[in-house]
C-alpha cells in the first residue's frame, strides 16, 4: 500500500482514502495509513485504541475543540474504486464513502497536519465502528478507557451536512417486534400457527404510520419509524413459530430516550417488544459562544440534523457539538453516493479560518 | 454389523433398521445391510442403482404391483438408537425414522424374504433421498436409468398412514413474493421507500386467506397457503429495497400444477411472483380394481393423504398408487416419533393377506 500524502489537496485524499475498503469492522488497513501519516508528526500527540487513532495539540491554550470523524462504512455495492464524475459541468468524486464520511475526514487528516500552530488546542478523533450498533463504536470504548480525551469546549463532528452548519440530532431506537406461532408440517398447516401471518398487522401499522415534524429550539425535526429487517422461518415445508421484524424509530432531541421507548411501545401495543439499540438526540447547542464564533465563520444559518450522529454523546458530556462537512447526506449510503469537490474544499476553507483565527 | 436377520419379527427388524442411522445422504450402511439380506434370496431378482435397492418376483403372473419405501430420515436430534417404550399400557417403537418410515420399510422386508411364491408379481422398492428436494430422489434416478422398473397395475407407498388407507396426495408449490423499495438511510427515511412495509398486504391476504377443502372422487383434501419464510433488511439504519416471502401452497389433486400457479399468482395479484418448486398432486385411483381388491384386503375406508408423496410420482406414470403404512403422520419427523408395535403388525396382516388372495 503507498503511503498516505497529506501534502496532497483535501479531494486527492478523499479519493485515496476511500480507495482503502473499510467497511465497518474492517477498518484496519485504514487505520494503519492514518497512523503510519499523522504519528511521524511532531506537533501532534498520538493515541491509538483499535482502529481509533486520537491526535493532539498541546499548546496550552485557553480553549480545546474537538473534531472528530468516523473511518468505516456501509458495505460496497460496487462502487468501489472512487471515480472523477463530472454532472452538469460540476466535478464529483464518486464512491462508496466519499459522502459519509471520507470526504471530511480527508479534510480533518490535512489541517491535522498543515496545522502546526492553531489558535486553540485541537484534539483530532478518527474512529471506527460507526455505522453499526453503538455498542460497537470506537468512541464508546474510547470514552470507557480515556474519557479525558474527550474534554473540550466544543466539537465538530465532520458528517455530510453540504457544507452547511446542522445542529444537534435526533436519536435513535431499534427494537425487536416479535410474533409467535406453533411448528407443523406445511402439508398439515391447520395443526400449527403460522408466526408470519401473525406479523400482517405488525406491517400494517408500519405502513400506516405517519411520522412527525417536532420544533425544537427553532430547528425542524422530522421524525421516522420504519422496518429496517424482517425474518422468519424453519424451512420450505414447516409453519414458521417465530417471526422478527426489527425496526427504527428516528425522534426529534425533545423527546427522552425514556419517552422514545414508550411511543415505540405504544404502537406495537399487543405485541412483545425487545429495545435493542437506543441512543438519545442533541439539542442544537448552538449558543456555545464558540459556537457563534465557529457559525460567523463559516458563514450560513444552521439547520437541523436528521440523522443520528456522535454529536449526541459530546452534548451527553457536556461539550457542545455541531455536524460540519461535505457532502450531500441525502447520498449517504446511497450506491451513487458521490462528494462535489468544491464543498471538500469549501469546508477546508472554513475550518481553517475558524482554527487559525486568532 | 451384524447382518439384518429377516425372519425376525417386523418389530424387531424395525428397531435392527433404525439403529443404522440413514440420514438423506447417508444411506449407505443400510442400504448395504438391505441388499446383503435380499441378494441371496433365489425367488428375487435384485438391482442396485446408488443407495437404491430394487427387488422381483417374475413368476409370470397377469399382474404386478410395485411396493415402495424410502430408506432416508430427516436428521437425528438425539433420538437414535430406539427404544421400547409404554405409553398408557400400549407399546411403541421410539426414535427417529420409526414413523417415517422404517417401520413400513421392515414390514416391506419381512414380506418380500417370506412371500416367495405371492399371487401377484411383486416390484418392491427401497430408495434413498427421499427427505431433500425431488431431483436428488433415488427415484428421480432409477426412472431416468430404468423406468422398466416402474411398470405395475397398482403401486403401495409405504408412508405413515397409522395403518390406513390414504388416496392420492395434495399437491406441492413453493413461490417467493417479492417487493422492492428503494434504499435510503433511515435517518432520512422519506426519500427511500422501505420494501418491508410494501409486503404488508402480502402478509394480510396470507392471513385472511381462508382455504378450501376440495372433494375428489370422493375424498376431502383440505387445502392450506402459508408464508415458509420472509426476509428482508440491509442494515440497521437503511431502508430496505427487498422483501422476500417465501410461500407453500398445498393444492388438492383436482388442481393441475398450472391452475395452482394461476391461482397462486390470482392471490398475490399486483406482486412479483416467482414459482420456486412445483409437484401436482395425484387422484386417489382407487376405482382400479386392485385397489379394490387392496380395500377389501386390509378393511377400513380410504381417507385422503395431505403431504405430498412418491404417489404422485407413479400417478404420473399412469400406475394407481396410494399410502399404507405403521406410523402417525402427525409424528414424522417430530424429536418424540414412535411407532405403535400393533401397527407394524396390522400393517404386516394386511399386506400379506392381500398379496397372498388367490
Not at 14 to 25: F, G, L, N
Not at 233 to 262: H, K, M, T, W, Y
Request: proline share 6%; with cysteine; net charge negative.
Amino acid at each position: 500500500m503507498r503511503a498516505l500524502d497529506l501534502t496532497a489537496s483535501s479531494p486527492d485524499i478523499t479519493r485515496a482514502i476511500c480507495d482503502i475498503p473499510s467497511v465497518s469492522d474492517h477498518e484496519g488497513a485504514l487505520a494503519d495509513a492514518i497512523e503510519r501519516a499523522i504519528a511521524p508528526l511532531p506537533h501532534l500527540e498520538v493515541h491509538r485504541d483499535g482502529d481509533t487513532i486520537v491526535a493532539r495539540t498541546d499548546a496550552g491554550h485557553a480553549q480545546r475543540v474537538v473534531i472528530a470523524g468516523h473511518i468505516d462504512t456501509v458495505p460496497i455495492n460496487g462502487n468501489v474504486p472512487t471515480r472523477d464524475v463530472t454532472i452538469d459541468g460540476e466535478p464529483y468524486i464518486w464512491g462508496r464513502g466519499t459522502v459519509d464520511m471520507k470526504a471530511g475526514v480527508a479534510v480533518q487528516l490535512k489541517l491535522a497536519a498543515e496545522l502546526v500552530d492553531p489558535a486553540v488546542d485541537i484534539t483530532w478523533m478518527w474512529y471506527d465502528h460507526e455505522e453499526v450498533a453503538a455498542e460497537h463504536s470506537g468512541l464508546t470504548r474510547l470514552a470507557a478507557s480515556r474519557p479525558d480525551l474527550f474534554a473540550g469546549d466544543f466539537a465538530i463532528l465532520g458528517e455530510p451536512t453540504a457544507g452547511l452548519v446542522e445542529g444537534g440530532c435526533n436519536g435513535t431506537l431499534r427494537a425487536i417486534v416479535r410474533t409467535h406461532g406453533v411448528r407443523a408440517h406445511s402439508a398439515r398447516s391447520w395443526i400449527g400457527e403460522n408466526a408470519i401471518h401473525a406479523a400482517a398487522p405488525v406491517l400494517a401499522r408500519l405502513a400506516e404510520y405517519r411520522p412527525r415534524t417536532i420544533s425544537v429550539e427553532g430547528l425542524e425535526y422530522r421524525e421516522g419509524l420504519n422496518a429496517v429487517a424482517i425474518s422468519g422461518g424453519v424451512a420450505g415445508n414447516v409453519i414458521p413459530d417465530l417471526c422478527e421484524v426489527q425496526v427504527n424509530f428516528r425522534f426529534a432531541p425533545s423527546r427522552s430516550e425514556e419517552e422514545a421507548v414508550a411511543h415505540v411501545r405504544g404502537v406495537f401495543e399487543g405485541f412483545e417488544v425487545e429495545i435493542a439499540d437506543l441512543a438519545g438526540g442533541a439539542r442544537p447547542g448552538l449558543d456555545a459562544p464558540l459556537a457563534q464564533r465557529f457559525l460567523q465563520a463559516v458563514g450560513g444559518a444552521p439547520r437541523p440534523k436528521y440523522g443520528w450522529t456522535d454529536v449526541a454523546r459530546f452534548s451527553r458530556l457536556g461539550v457542545p457539538a455541531v455536524n460540519y462537512g461535505p457532502g450531500d447526506p441525502l447520498l449517504a449510503h446511497h450506491d451513487e453516493e458521490r462528494v462535489p469537490v468544491a464543498q471538500i474544499e469549501e469546508v477546508e476553507r472554513g475550518l481553517r479560518a475558524w482554527l487559525t483565527a486568532r
